[in-house]
Structures are given as structure tokens and as C-alpha cells.
């Protein structure tokens, strides 16, 4: 319901009917929609010194005066978080405040963005390899120790080393360190 604008629908507990003559049961769902909610503002509070928020607003996919989807805002969510990741805060946190206006049934949509420290990476590991070479892993990994973190190369890397198809199974994972370091760890 979320999905397709109704914020303040309702889902009451399901009333199951067995009959246990015939083997048959019945499952109601109670439902109370309520209205349609579009969407008629979206705000972004960020740092213009990071990422200046106007070059975000064309990529978003939540539109002004259009209906509210809780999909597209959790990929706006993660668009921007990614956005600020690569510019080497990787433990950005983007929130999100929902401003309903019952009356009209409209809502505004507020972004606020805490972007931490930049992290840098301290070491690149890799693990469980025993035949590939470790340079011939490491140049599939955009990451090398010193480098600013960035979002797009850690998924990147994760993509390039899957695709080579030298191993059955690729992970890999940030490992923090301290508030401004990581490791990344190729297992």
C-alpha cells in the first residue's frame, strides 16, 4: 500500500474459519486504505561542500506532484548515501522524515544527511586464495591502501572479481578500523 500511496493504510490482525469437516479454512484480511498521498516537496540537507544537492534532485526517482511511493524513496535513500560515499565518507547516514498533511493528503519529504568522517583505506587483504596470484586479485579490487574510499569502486570490485570467474565464491567485506580507516578484506 505504501507503494502506491496510501500512507495511512491499515492492516488489521487476519480472522482464520477452519472447518475441520470439510478441511477447509477461510483467511480474512481487514484493510482500511484511506487516500492517496503525493508527494509535493523534497528537501535535502547536505553539506553543499560534499555533494551540492542540486546536481541529486534530476537523478531522484520520488517526483514533485506525483504519488508517493515508499520504493522509490528507499532508492533515493540509497542514492544519495552512495553519492556521498564516493566522495570518501563511507559511513554516511541518510535519513528521511515524512510530512503528512492529512487534510490535503500530501506529504513532504525531508532528507538530512550525516556524513561523518573521511575514511581512507588501510589495508587491502585477501583471503582463502591459494593458486590465483594475489597481484591478479589486486588489480580487479579499484581500492589499494592510501586511497579515499569510494562506494561505486568497492561495488565495482565486488562485480569485476565476480565475473572473472576464477573462484566459485567472492566476498568481500568492509572492515572498520577507527573512525577515519578500513580495511578491505577479499575473502
Same mark, same amino acid.
Given at each position: 500500500?505504501?507503494?502506491?500511496?496510501?500512507? /495511512?493504510?491499515?492492516?488489521?490482525?487476519?480472522?482464520?474459519?477452519?472447518?475441520?469437516?470439510?478441511?477447509?479454512?477461510?483467511?480474512?484480511?481487514?484493510?482500511?486504505?484511506?487516500?492517496? @498521498?503525493?508527494?509535493?516537496?523534497?528537501?535535502?540537507?547536505?553539506?553543499?561542500?560534499?555533494?551540492?544537492?542540486?546536481?541529486?534532485?534530476?537523478?531522484?526517482?520520488?517526483?514533485?506532484?506525483?504519488?508517493?511511493?515508499?520504493?522509490?524513496?528507499?532508492?533515493?535513500?540509497? @542514492?544519495?548515501?552512495?553519492?556521498?560515499? %564516493?566522495?570518501? @565518507?563511507? #559511513?554516511?547516514?541518510?535519513? #528521511?522524515?515524512?510530512?503528512? %498533511?492529512?487534510?490535503?493528503?500530501?506529504?513532504?519529504?525531508?532528507?538530512?544527511?550525516?556524513?561523518?568522517?573521511?575514511?581512507?583505506?588501510? /589495508?587491502?587483504?585477501?583471503?582463502? %586464495?591459494?593458486?590465483?596470484?594475489?597481484?591478479?586479485?589486486?588489480?580487479?579490487? @579499484?581500492?589499494?591502501?592510501?586511497?579515499?574510499? %569510494?562506494?561505486?569502486? #568497492?561495488?565495482?570490485?565486488?562485480?569485476?572479481?565476480?565475473?572473472?570467474?576464477?573462484?566459485?565464491?567472492?566476498?568481500?567485506?568492509?572492515?572498520?578500523?577507527?573512525? /577515519?580507516?578500513?580495511?578491505?578484506?577479499?575473502?
Amino acid at each position: 500500500y505504501f507503494e502506491k500511496g496510501y500512507l /495511512d493504510a491499515d492492516v488489521k490482525e487476519p480472522f482464520l474459519d477452519v472447518d475441520f469437516a470439510s478441511n477447509q479454512a477461510k483467511l480474512d484480511f481487514f484493510v482500511k486504505e484511506g487516500e492517496k @498521498y503525493t508527494t509535493t516537496d523534497i528537501k535535502i540537507f547536505l553539506d553543499p561542500s560534499i555533494v551540492e544537492p542540486a546536481t541529486i534532485y534530476p537523478e531522484l526517482k520520488l517526483k514533485v506532484n506525483k504519488t508517493f511511493n515508499i520504493k522509490k524513496l528507499r532508492q533515493d535513500q540509497e @542514492y544519495i548515501k552512495t553519492q556521498v560515499a %564516493n566522495q570518501g @565518507y563511507a #559511513f554516511a547516514d541518510v535519513k #528521511f522524515d515524512l510530512k503528512k %498533511n492529512e487534510a490535503e493528503h500530501k506529504v513532504d519529504v525531508v532528507f538530512s544527511v550525516v556524513p561523518g568522517k573521511k575514511v581512507y583505506i588501510n /589495508d587491502v587483504k585477501i583471503s582463502g %586464495n591459494t593458486r590465483t596470484l594475489d597481484r591478479v586479485i589486486r588489480r580487479d579490487v @579499484y581500492l589499494a591502501p592510501g586511497d579515499l574510499y %569510494n562506494m561505486s569502486d #568497492f561495488k565495482d570490485s565486488t562485480n569485476k572479481l565476480k565475473r572473472s570467474r576464477f573462484f566459485e565464491d567472492v566476498q568481500i567485506e568492509e572492515k572498520r578500523i577507527s573512525d /577515519d580507516k578500513m580495511d578491505i578484506v577479499v575473502k
